[in-house]
Structures are given as structure tokens and as C-alpha cells.
């Protein structure tokens, strides 16, 4: 049932703008090192930029092993999940590259890709993740449950207001310090300002 597509077409397009959550697989070289599935959304967050061009949105959080694993060796896959209606899974991969929000190249593209995030707190914007995606497959999804959609949770939001209210945007450079200098496995994520590595 599954097929490979030449290119990210509009039926494509579409289906994905209607997805709540997505997420990313990626993996560190070393044999030993750990593979990482991190959810992201909402897809408010996510764009398809061109047929072989995605980018999302990168939010300040607890961990940083998609960062780490692209800046090593760029391997990424995004797949998106039908949870209500016909069933269907769609997988992008692909090679992601990190442009980090003091990349003069940041700006040009979350203007570009006209992110719609849930709130608006643009300090907490860590990247945007571009990626080049080389294999475009959908597969049936069978062993997806049907779930329905009750909203966003307002957790992340007022984690940053609150650091914010706190200590400023210091405190987000120092929570990204703590938290998304490095991999679990020790690769490189952002640098100690918070930022590019």
C-alpha cells in the first residue's frame, strides 16, 4: 500500500497543514549512541517550502538531540500520522541543516515560511531546521489509533513567561545553557550564549 513520491505535490501539501503533530527521528553516528524521536508541533510550526524543501521551527526545551545529531551528520527523517480520518503515515526524509537564530539567514526564513506558532514569544525561537529531503513515502497508518484533537498545551508558553518574569531573557540563556549546550550523549548543540555552535 505504501508508495515513494517524486515530489512533496499539493494533495501532500494539504494533508500536512492539517496535522496537529509531527515528529523527527534522527541519530548520532557512533554505533553506541542513542537514537532520538522527538514530537513537534503544531504544524503551525512547519512549512513546506518547495517539492523538496521543509523547514520548522525550533523552540527553546529540554533537550537539544535533534540539533546535535544534525550538526554532526545531518541525517533526519519527519513523519507526520493520521489520527482521525483515513489512516496514513507520510515519512520526509532527508538532510537537515540548523539555522540558528543569530544566523542572519534566520530572519529571512521564518519571514519566508511565515511560522504560526501557537504564542508568540520570539525569544524562545532557538532555530529553524531546514530540510533537504531526498525520499518522500506514505504507508497505510493501520496501527494508528483514532484520536481526537482538544487543543494545545499552554505548558511551554508559560514555562517562558514565567523564566522571563523571573530573570529576564538572561534566564532563557541560562536554562539553554543547563539544558542545550550538548547531546546525551556529548555532541555539540548550541554553544554556552545559547545560540550558534
Not at 523552540?59 to 554532526?72: D, F, I, N, W, Y
Not at 537564530?101 to 531546514?130: K, Q
Not at 523571573?166 to 534566564?171: L, P
Request: glycine share 12%.
Amino acid at each position: 500500500m505504501g508508495k515513494v513520491f517524486e515530489r512533496i505535490d499539493e494533495h501532500q501539501r494539504e494533508w500536512i497543514s492539517r496535522r496537529e503533530l509531527f515528529f523527527v527521528g534522527t541519530a548520532p553516528l557512533a554505533v553506541d549512541g542513542r537514537v532520538n524521536v522527538s514530537p513537534k508541533g503544531p504544524t503551525g510550526t512547519f512549512r513546506v517550502l518547495d517539492d523538496h524543501t521543509v523547514a520548522y521551527l525550533d523552540m527553546v526545551g529540554s533537550g537539544a538531540e535533534t540539533v546535535a545529531h544534525l550538526r554532526e551528520n545531518g541525517r533526519i527523517v519527519v513523519m507526520f500520522c493520521a489520527f482521525d480520518g483515513p489512516p496514513r503515515i507520510l515519512r520526509l526524509h532527508g538532510r537537515g541543516e540548523v539555522v540558528f537564530a543569530d544566523d542572519p539567514r534566520f530572519g529571512e526564513l521564518c519571514a519566508r515560511a511565515g511560522f504560526d506558532p501557537p504564542h508568540e514569544i520570539e525569544v524562545a525561537r532557538r532555530a529553524v531546521i531546514v530540510v533537504a529531503v531526498e525520499r518522500i513515502a506514505d504507508s497505510c497508518g493501520y496501527g494508528v489509533p483514532l484520536m481526537s484533537y482538544e487543543g494545545e498545551r499552554p505548558h511551554a508558553e508559560k514555562a517562558v513567561e514565567k523564566k522571563l518574569r523571573v530573570g529576564g531573557e538572561q534566564a532563557l540563556v541560562d536554562y539553554m545553557v543547563e539544558k542545550n549546550t550538548v547531546s546525551i550523549d556529548g555532541l555539540p548543540a548550541f554553544d554556552a550564549g545559547g545560540r550558534s555552535g
